[in-house]
């Protein structure tokens, strides 16, 4: 199979294919054609009187400043140079080959007016995991990721630093190793290459990823847990999930009736005396499933994003060249922060399930889930943890898109800050990550406690995996082990390995929120 650039639909999936080398991508004919048609026009423009922004005037707030002719490609070459002002960290490199890629596929619909040259030398980069490095700050997520993509296309002509065979390198050093001249770029090149929203989009295919993931395990943990404390069954019954028929809720309630079906700890006590569990246990439909149509949301609107032009001028036909504002991040800087918001609370309804497990308040598991206590601490402090990175969360959770600096002298007066709402939105979901592991070792724990009885197939073969890996816990030790473990654990996906073999179906939302 061959994802033809420009062509085909991109996706979350197959985006990520390509980054991980499974599946091929191209440069077809039919793109090129497109391509080339509209490279005319911008050579043709440029030789022109006609002023046309980023052809051959100047940009920002010099768009009134007109270049000469003999100019217009040195503009772009500085507009490289001069944009370059990131500052931090450099992002983690899979995400800049994201924006290499998503790039491409931008640039290749048709209506950028790059060269075939310039998509090519990108190509060669991706091909050969020859991957710029892009500071983390400087981009405010309007005019185009302007910042990041300068540093990501400055390889293009000869500067900046590059990873090559897991070392960051200066570019002109890998371009001499593989006897490579720097690009010339041609009129509009360089705008073409950093307008865009590709920093920010990058950022959001990683959160769409991750967060499917955290989601998938969230559930799979509070059934577990559900098990360990001996929780009711019936706030999943799809009776009531239908009298309040949203999306998230109704899937997440069939995934757990999967999880728990068959169980012999849950039959033990149909019967007992408990009229109702906590909201953390009793209201996961909700709560999850609110997190789900989050994420939902934001898979659809990185899809239309990924399979657009966020391209300015863009260059319609030769009489028809419109500067416009489809650089701008806010649609996707606002499901990021919504996006943010959701798997904080993920971490937060899982934190109060892990308070729950060391009360000693359900039959049959200890205070602190150690049956020794006094001398052993048991479990109590990995509940501080999960206090401080749920509490961290919360800190991220103020939206990034609710703010706005004006730049460029006041021509770009409103910002959409996405690039901020991106990075944000993966630190919550690292620490939500750790906030799971720690749930899931309180939730095996009690889990044990239940012996002998079982539980449902698919919960005991998790229990197994887990088990193969971290010990029941008799004493006191460093849990510090133990929670690097159970992170390794989650990052395996063999958990969510084990609900695939066993399960085809959860609900009729399956489509939806079961593929990306």
Same mark, same amino acid.
């Given at each position: 199979?061959?994802?033809?650039?420009?062509?085909?639909?991109?996706?979350?999936?197959?985006?990520?294919?390509?980054?991980?080398?499974?599946?091929?991508?191209?440069?077809?004919?039919?793109?090129?054609?497109?391509?080339?048609?509209?490279?005319?026009?911008?050579?043709?423009?440029?030789?022109?009187?006609?002023?046309?922004?980023? #052809?051959?005037?100047?940009?920002?707030?010099?768009? /009134?400043?007109?270049?000469?002719? /003999?100019? +217009? %490609?040195? !503009?772009?070459?500085?507009?490289?140079?001069?944009?370059?002002?990131?500052?931090?960290?450099?992002? $983690?490199? $899979? #995400?800049?080959?994201?924006?290499?890629?998503?790039?491409?596929?931008?640039?290749?619909?048709?209506?950028?007016?790059?060269?075939?040259?310039?998509?090519?030398?990108?190509?060669?980069?991706?091909?050969?995991?020859?991957?710029?490095?892009?500071?983390?700050?400087?981009?405010?997520?309007?005019?185009?990721?302007?910042?990041?993509?300068?540093?990501?296309?400055?390889?293009?002509?000869?500067?900046?630093?590059?990873?090559?065979?897991?070392?960051?390198?200066?570019?002109?050093?890998?371009?001499?190793?593989?006897?490579?001249?720097?690009?010339?770029?041609?009129?509009?090149?360089?705008?073409?290459?950093?307008?865009?929203?590709?920093?920010?989009?990058?950022?959001?295919?990683?959160?769409?990823?991750?967060?499917?993931?955290?989601?998938?395990?969230? $559930?799979?943990?509070?059934?577990?847990?559900?098990?360990?404390?001996?929780?009711?069954?019936? &706030?999943?019954?799809?009776?009531?999930?239908? +009298?309040?028929?949203?999306?998230?809720?109704?899937?997440?309630?069939?995934?757990?009736?999967?999880?728990?079906?068959? %169980?012999?700890?849950?039959?033990?006590?149909?019967?007992?005396?408990?009229?109702? $569990?906590?909201? %953390?246990?009793?209201?996961?439909?909700?709560?999850?499933?609110?997190?789900?149509?989050?994420? !939902?949301?934001?898979? @659809?609107?990185?899809?239309?994003?990924?399979?657009?032009?966020?391209?300015?001028?863009?260059?319609?036909? @030769?009489?028809?060249?419109?500067?416009?504002?489809?650089?701008?991040?806010?649609?996707?800087?606002?499901?990021?922060?919504?996006?943010?918001?959701?798997?904080? @609370?993920?971490?937060?309804?899982?934190?109060?399930?892990?308070?729950?497990? !060391?009360?000693?308040?359900?039959?049959?598991? &200890?205070?602190?889930?150690?049956?020794?206590?006094?001398?052993?601490?048991?479990?109590?402090? !990995?509940?501080?943890?999960?206090?401080?990175?749920?509490?961290?969360?919360?800190?991220?959770?103020?939206?990034?898109?609710?703010?706005?600096?004006?730049?460029?002298?006041?021509?770009?007066?409103?910002?959409?800050?996405?690039?901020?709402?991106?990075?944000?939105?993966?630190?919550?979901?690292?620490?939500?990550?750790?906030?799971?592991?720690?749930?899931?070792?309180?939730?095996?724990?009690?889990?044990?406690?239940?012996?002998?009885?079982?539980? %449902?197939?698919?919960?005991?073969?998790?229990?197994?995996?887990?088990?193969?890996?971290?010990?029941?816990? +008799?004493? /006191?030790?460093?849990?510090?082990?133990? #929670?690097?473990?159970?992170?390794?654990?989650?990052?395996?996906?063999?958990?969510?390995?084990?609900?695939?073999?066993?399960?085809?179906?959860?609900?009729?939302?399956?489509?939806?929120?079961? +593929?990306?």
């Amino acid at each position: 199979m061959m994802f033809k650039y420009g062509i085909d639909t991109l996706s979350v999936g197959k985006v990520l294919q390509i980054l991980n080398g499974t599946l091929k991508a191209k440069i077809t004919d039919e793109a090129f054609n497109k391509i080339q048609t509209c490279h005319e026009i911008v050579l043709k423009t440029a030789k022109s009187d006609k002023a046309v922004y980023g #052809i051959n005037t100047g940009f920002g707030p010099l768009c /009134d400043t007109r270049i000469s002719k /003999d100019n +217009t %490609s040195e !503009l772009q070459r500085k507009i490289l140079l001069s944009h370059s002002v990131g500052v931090g960290n450099p992002i $983690d490199k $899979d #995400i800049a080959k994201l924006m290499l890629i998503l790039k491409v596929q931008g640039l290749s619909q048709g209506f950028s007016g790059i060269s075939l040259e310039v998509l090519n030398r990108i190509l060669w980069h991706i091909e050969n995991d020859v991957i710029p490095m892009v500071p983390e700050q400087g981009s405010v997520g309007a005019s185009g990721d302007l910042c990041p993509l300068s540093h990501l296309f400055l390889p293009l002509i000869g500067e900046g630093k590059v990873y090559y065979k897991n070392e960051l390198v200066e570019t002109k050093v890998v371009l001499e190793k593989f006897n490579l001249e720097p690009i010339e770029l041609h009129p509009k090149a360089g705008l073409a290459l950093i307008n865009g929203t590709q920093f920010i989009l990058a950022h959001a295919v990683m959160v769409v990823d991750k967060m499917f993931k955290c989601l998938s395990h969230a $559930d799979l943990i509070g059934s577990l847990m559900i098990e360990g404390l001996m929780g009711s069954q019936t &706030p999943f019954y799809k009776e009531l999930h239908q +009298t309040r028929p949203f999306k998230g809720n109704i899937h997440v309630a069939a995934r757990m009736r999967t999880f728990l079906k068959g %169980s012999e700890i849950g039959n033990s006590h149909t019967n007992c005396g408990k009229v109702q $569990d906590p909201y %953390s246990m009793r209201c996961i439909p909700q709560v999850h499933g609110s997190s789900r149509n989050a994420w !939902l949301h934001l898979k @659809e609107v990185v899809e239309t994003e990924m399979n657009s032009v966020t391209d300015n001028p863009v260059i319609i036909s @030769e009489d028809l060249i419109i500067s416009g504002g489809s650089f701008h991040g806010q649609p996707l800087a606002m499901p990021l922060d919504y996006a943010c918001l959701a798997a904080a @609370e993920l971490g937060s309804i899982s934190d109060r399930r892990t308070y729950l497990s !060391l009360e000693g308040k359900y039959e049959g598991t &200890p205070r602190l889930l150690l049956k020794d206590t006094g001398l052993n601490s048991g479990f109590m402090i !990995l509940q501080y943890t999960t206090a401080a990175l749920v509490s961290e969360n919360k800190g991220l959770c103020f939206p990034a898109s609710a703010d706005s600096i004006p730049t460029s002298l006041g021509q770009e007066d409103h910002v959409s800050m996405g690039s901020i709402s991106g990075r944000k939105a993966l630190r919550v979901l690292n620490n939500l990550e750790k906030i799971l592991a720690i749930e899931m070792l309180c939730a095996a724990q009690a889990f044990d406690f239940r012996k002998p009885l079982h539980s %449902s197939e698919i919960l005991d073969e998790v229990h197994k995996v887990i088990r193969s890996t971290i010990e029941h816990t +008799t004493e /006191d030790r460093i849990f510090a082990l133990d #929670i690097e473990k159970a992170i390794e654990i989650l990052k395996s996906n063999k958990l969510l390995a084990i609900t695939s073999e066993k399960n085809n179906a959860y609900s009729e939302f399956d489509a939806e929120f079961e +593929t990306y």
